[in-house]
Nanobody, 116 residues
Framework: QVQLVESGGGLVQPGGSLRLSCGAS????????MTWVRQAPGKGLEGVSD???????YYADSVKGRFTISRDNAKNTLYLQMNSLKPEDTALYYC??????????WGQGTQVTVSS
């Protein structure tokens, strides 16, 4: 049974940092591209960043230079280091598994709120 469990969200001031984690189980983690997706209040889903099993990464323009995605295949864990956070980064952040170009499994999400 595939499970994805996010953690690490919270309330942070503008300019601050957070590190999100996503623990994966029930599949061969290293074989899949993994993605962080967010949904801001009243807005649609936005793909923030993803990484393949070998470490090749993609970032949305909105987070490039501020966020860093990484993975530890030995620990079956995906990370998102978020620096220089802005109020517009406020959202529910999900990790998702990608398969054949689609997101086939999602975690429950972790809330990130950037506010003074």
């Amino acid at each position: 049974q595939v499970q994805l469990v996010e953690s690490g969200g919270g309330l942070v001031q503008p300019g601050g940092s957070l590190r999100l984690s996503c623990g994966a189980s029930g599949f061969t983690f290293s074989s899949y591209r993994m993605t962080w997706v967010r949904q801001a209040p009243g807005k649609g889903l936005e793909g923030v960043s993803d990484i393949n099993g070998a470490g090749s990464t993609y970032y949305a323009d909105s987070v490039k230079g501020r966020f860093t995605i990484s993975r530890d295949n030995a620990k079956n864990t995906l990370y998102l280091q978020m620096n220089s956070l802005k109020p517009e980064d406020t959202a529910l952040y999900y990790c998702a598994r990608r398969k054949d170009g689609a997101y086939d499994y999602w975690g429950q999400g972790t809330q990130v709120t950037v506010s003074s």
